[in-house]
């Protein structure tokens, strides 16, 4: 029963406004960053890290994940629309992706 107590009070904390607030801003400043090629989410989290220095460290790693995220979507996106992977993990993206954006269904 403690495991189920301490997932509601994490949830409790985690879903709080101002928490959800930071995360769609690290979510739009990683993707945003991640939309440029060659910037992974690791350059990305380590160019946007001193903004969460001011922030509670609970909405700071919040923050942070949301950047992470971000980032790995927007590195998907060039590689589809302009077949210029970021990083390892959208070379596969690349090879589909961009040849269903010739055909009009990228998206």
């Known amino acids: 029963m403690e495991l189920i107590a301490n997932l509601g009070l994490g949830l409790g904390v985690a879903l709080t406004p ?24 690791t350059a990305t989290i380590s160019m946007l890290l001193p903004i969460t220095f001011v922030l509670p460290p609970v909405s700071a790693l919040i923050m942070l994940a949301g950047i992470y995220y971000g980032s790995q979507y927007g590195g998907s996106t060039t590689s589809i629309l302009v077949n210029l992977p970021g ?16 055909q009009g269904r990228a998206g």
């Open 18 to 41: 101002i928490n959800l607030l930071y995360c769609l801003a690290g979510v739009f400043l990683g993707t945003l960053i991640g939309v440029l090629p060659g910037l992974g989410p």
């Open 87 to 102: 990083e390892a993990a959208s070379v596969v993206t690349a090879l589909d992706g961009y040849q269903m954006a010739l």
